[in-house]
C-alpha cells in the first residue's frame, strides 16, 4: 500500500486547510485510516482516525470541535479538515491504513504510513 499525502501549507492562525491521502496498491476499503502528526523534538502523535464506513470517528482532545475527518471509499481516499488553526498545530502530518476495521488511536494499529505533508500556522 502506497499513501500520497497532500495539501499542507502555511497559513495564519485562524484559517484552514484540507489535507487528503490517496491510497494506492494492495488497499482495501475495509481498514480503518487516520492522520498522525509529529512535531520538531516530539513525539508523533495521534490527530483523528475513521472507521472503514466513515461512522465511527475517533479525535484528540487537542483538535476535537476544530478538525473534521471523512473518507471517499470509492476514491480510497481520507481527507482531514483542519479550521481554526493554531500555532500548536504546526507539525508534518502522517496519513496510515490501520490493520483493522477499527479506528484506534495506538500507533501499533497502523500499519502503513504516508510520507507526510508540512503544515506551518504562523501567529
Known amino acids: 500500500v502506497q499513501l500520497q499525502a497532500s495539501g499542507g501549507g502555511l497559513v495564519q492562525a485562524g484559517g484552514s486547510l484540507r489535507l487528503s491521502c490517496a491510497a494506492s496498491g494492495r488497499t482495501s476499503s475495509n481498514n480503518a485510516m487516520g492522520w498522525f502528526r509529529q512535531a520538531p523534538g516530539k513525539e508523533r502523535e495521534f490527530v483523528a482516525a475513521i472507521g472503514w464506513r466513515g461512522g465511527s470517528t475517533l479525535y484528540a482532545d487537542s483538535v476535537k470541535g476544530r478538525f473534521t475527518i471523512s473518507r471517499d471509499n470509492a476514491k480510497s481516499t481520507v481527507y482531514l479538515q483542519m479550521n481554526s488553526l493554531k500555532p500548536e498545530d504546526t507539525a508534518a502530518y502522517y496519513c496510515?491504513?490501520?490493520?483493522?476495521?477499527?479506528?484506534?488511536?495506538?500507533?501499533?494499529?497502523?500499519?502503513?504510513w504516508g510520507q507526510g505533508t508540512q503544515v506551518t500556522v504562523s501567529s
Open positions: 496510515t491504513v490501520a490493520r483493522s476495521s477499527v479506528p484506534s488511536r495506538s500507533r501499533s494499529s497502523y500499519g502503513y
